[in-house]
């Protein structure tokens, strides 16, 4: 298991010291960061006011990458914007360029609904249809037509979120029936059925007790062999532990005095958590705020 002398144990607060070796360790700096999604100069309003505000930095192919940050900082909102989910919010409006392989994902010929099957969501609480646990992953491919044995694609995404030995004999169950961390192991096989490339995950854990946690984080681990994975969360801990690269965002004043949230440090974890170059990123990290 990765990162397991980092855990913390049940109980534990989330904001205590992070142990400096074992994140060295754990999550050396990559080597290279190759953009998958790169962002540029984003700002997402709401009804005209900023909630995050000319954030630029590149998603690294193959690498876990956390963003952090106090509560309405716009984590949430800035992971939405990199598969259109904040088309769906009334009022919200993207400025700036987000490009998926150098295409900027907002340009009107790209279709959000292929989109999303390239970068897929998963979200905090686990959501699973009303259908059986085989319909839940099937349901992707069903709908978009996809070619190839759909048996065979099923058992593919459910073995590759950790799931298929615990479901394999009761595969036309219903999903309400597993337990809240299956059900969100379920939820990650139906986004990767329809086999995307980047994965977004908006606090996976938060809903889980601290065994599915585990399994949900090694599970990433294993997941960014194929994808590349964004993770949004609250917990220092978590993100010492799971990502190779971090984002970390606060709310800042601009001169007119419009708070917003921006990025005031994107680097390896290793670095972010040992040696962050602003002070704000170092409070933040050591509990200190937020
Ligand atoms: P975080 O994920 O860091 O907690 P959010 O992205 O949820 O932050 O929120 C950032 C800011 O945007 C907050 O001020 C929040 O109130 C605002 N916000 C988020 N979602 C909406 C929405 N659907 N409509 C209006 N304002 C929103």
New binding site residues.
Partial sequence: MQGTSARPRAGERTLVHIDADVVRRERPAPERVEPVVEIENVTVR??GKP?VRNVTFDIGRNLITALI?P???????LLRCLNRMNDL?P??TVAGKIRYHGQDIYDPNVDPVELRKLIGMVFQKPNPFPKSIYDNVAYGPRVTGMKGNLDEIVERALRRAALWDEVKDRLKDNAYGLSGGQQQRLCIARCLAVEPEVILMDEPCSALDPISTARIEDLMVELKERYSIVI?THNMQQAARVSDMTAFLTVESDDKGERA?ELIEYGPTERIFTNPADPRTEAYVTGKMG
């Fill in positions: 709401y009804g909630a940050g509560s309405g900082c716009g984590k949430s909102t919010i009022g919200a949004v949230g």
